[in-house]
């Protein structure tokens, strides 16, 4: 059955009408789009402020970690030279950013706050090697700012507030806890504040009923992390 003969023409007419209306493509990379608040990308490895390293080598991110793309392995702390203000230290840390799927579960499990994600998400490979990041890719420099590799495009605002949704929650779901800071201080930021919680019309809890922290995060209660 023989069609409309001035189909095709109708046709033309939808793509015509396209050329007069509102772009909606940004121009990239020259402009990006808002990035959120919260969103998961490269991983970054903290210092404390004096310059101590987070990561003690538990190993608890690799354990946790469904994909399997993280590797560590502790050690000792040298007793005239330690790395961590803990009796250990992560001195291989990978993280292979071919499986890595940015759940942030390793951000989650990690006791000391060591790994935190970025909003960095625009980096590229060209071979197996560079896909695996090691220790000195993903801690922090001496100013607390991650090291910026060439197959990285970092732009303003994409280290701050890592992992911020972990921040706009209570520790064990305690209401009195919402927008406390229970979390040491990292080099090159100092303590960072707190997102807003999902309460934010509560009294505030008695002085003695908070914990204390010394500058390493340990807390006066139970003398762990938190």
Known sequence: ?????????????????????DRLTDEYPKEKAPIALRRHGRH????YEDGMEKCIGCELCAGVCPAR??????ADNPPDDPVSPGERWGFVYEINYLRCIHCDLCVEACPTEAITESKLFEFSFTNRQDAIYTRDELLVGDDGQPQKLPWEDWRPGDDDNTSAWMRATAPAGNANYVGRVAWAGELGYGVRAPEQGQLDDLPDPPSDALPTEDAHGHDDHDGGHH
């Open 1 to 21: 059955m023989a069609g409309d003969p001035f189909d095709y023409v109708r046709g033309f007419a939808v793509t015509f009408k396209k050329l007069f209306e």
């Open 44 to 47: 970054v490895l903290n210092r």
């Open 69 to 74: 793309c993280i590797y560590v392995r502790g």
